[in-house]
């Protein structure tokens, strides 16, 4: 019943901007936190920014100004506003939504790749 599905990725160069969308399921559902996580080649995966049900936001030190979580709750979307991207942020994006503490779901990913 609860799908979470993201898009947006692709191929940039260094400097360049891209968005994310991270589409959950029906206005049914209520989701206490929405993030994005990315994992790169041989690295483990890494928060990168949250929102909450109540608009709170919180990034990784390596984003915090150039990266901007959003949210529409009509369309249940969630997005990431990528700007001055770097080859460090090259990475598959996964979106996380999750209802309370023990429940979430993840989105099959996404691939950033920045070329520099």
């Known amino acids: 019943q609860v799908q979470v599905v993201e898009s947006g990725g692709g191929l940039v160069q260094a400097g360049g901007s891209l968005r994310l969308s991270c589409a959950t399921s029906g206005s049914h559902y209520v989701f206490d936190h929405v993030g994005w996580y990315r994992e790169a080649p041989g690295k483990e995966r890494e928060f990168v920014a949250d929102?909450?049900?109540?608009?709170?936001?919180k990034y990784a030190d390596s984003v915090l100004g150039r990266f901007t979580i959003s949210r529409d709750m009509a369309k249940n979307t969630v997005y990431l506003q990528m700007n001055s991207l770097k080859a460090e942020d090259t990475a598959v994006y996964y979106c996380?939504?999750?209802?309370?503490?023990?429940?979430?779901?993840w989105g099959q990913g996404t691939q950033v790749t920045v070329s520099s």
């Open positions: 929102i909450t049900s109540g608009n709170g936001t």
């Open positions: 996380n939504a999750a209802r309370g503490s023990w429940l979430s779901w």
